[in-house]
């Protein structure tokens, strides 16, 4: 089950952000999760709530976002997102494509909440 090794790899980059802004508690997360990982959100969910329990974020609301795989090609330029793992450029039919995006592991928004306030960082 990677997505344990991906909680704990999320959870200590939020224990960080959490130290660096002298956060009380965190309520709020929203991940970016690239398709091509392969995750099922609700066991990062899961996963994660468990690695962050006793922390600085326990208790806090998980937000998986997918993020679909997109492609360019290489031969008339055109961008797509990749739809039951087929490669093939849709405009011009060629094999020939550069991945773009679909491994990314990004934590777009932390809510949290210091001593006298609430607060988002990026
Ligand atoms: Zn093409």
Known sequence: MHETFMAQQIAAELIRLAEQH???????????????????????????????????GDGAQFVVEPVPPRCRCRKCAAEFEVERWS????????????????????????????????????
Not at 41 to 53: D, G, Q, R, S, Y
Not at 87 to 107: F, H, K, R
């Open 87 to 122: 490669y093939l450029c849709p405009s011009c039919g060629s094999g020939d494509v550069a991945g773009l995006t679909g491994d990314e592991l990004i934590i777009e928004t932390v809510t949290f909440e210091t001593d006298d306030e609430e607060k988002e960082a990026e």
């Open 22 to 56: 002298k956060a009380t508690r965190l309520t709020r997360v929203v991940l970016k999760v690239g398709a091509m990982r392969q995750v099922v959100p609700e066991l990062l969910n899961f996963a994660l709530a468990a690695v962050m329990k006793d922390t600085v």
